[in-house]
C-alpha cells in the first residue's frame, strides 16, 4: 500500500507536466531541458574560459599574499625563500593562464576558419 502510494506521488507531476506541453522538445528554442542550447564546441570553450579567468585570478591573488608575506618576513632568510618561491609559482600560474587563453582563441579561430583574430 506505501509503495503504491509512494509510486503514485512520484509519478503524479510527469503526467500532469506531460499533459500540459512542459515535456515537447522543441531544439530551436533549446529544448525543454534547460540546458544549454550550443554546440559541444561552445560548451568546452566557456568551460575553458572559466577555468582559465580562475587560475589567473587565483594566481594575482596569490602574488599579492606572496608580497605581503616577503613584506612581512623582517629579514628571515627561510620566510623570504618562502615568498620568493610563492611569487615564482604565482607569475607561473598566470603565465600558463595567459598561454591558455591565446592557446584556446587560436584553437577555436582555426577550426571555424576565421582569418582574423
Do not use: C, H, Q
Not at 90 to 116: F, R
Amino acid at each position: 500500500m506505501v509503495y503504491g502510494a509512494s509510486a503514485l506521488a512520484l509519478t503524479l507531476p510527469t503526467l500532469v507536466f506531460g499533459a500540459a506541453g512542459y515535456g515537447t522538445f522543441d531544439p530551436e528554442a533549446g529544448g525543454s531541458t534547460g540546458l544549454a542550447g550550443g554546440s559541444i564546441m561552445e560548451i568546452v570553450t566557456n568551460i575553458m574560459k572559466w577555468l582559465l579567468t580562475a587560475v589567473g585570478i587565483a594566481g594575482v591573488i596569490g602574488f599579492a599574499i606572496a608580497g605581503i608575506l616577503y613584506l612581512t618576513a623582517a629579514g628571515d632568510e627561510t620566510r623570504i625563500k618562502s615568498a620568493k618561491s610563492a611569487m615564482v609559482a604565482s607569475i607561473t600560474g598566470v603565465i600558463v593562464a595567459i598561454v591558455g587563453v591565446v592557446a584556446l582563441t587560436a584553437a577555436n579561430t582555426m577550426l571555424k576558419g576565421d582569418a582574423a583574430f
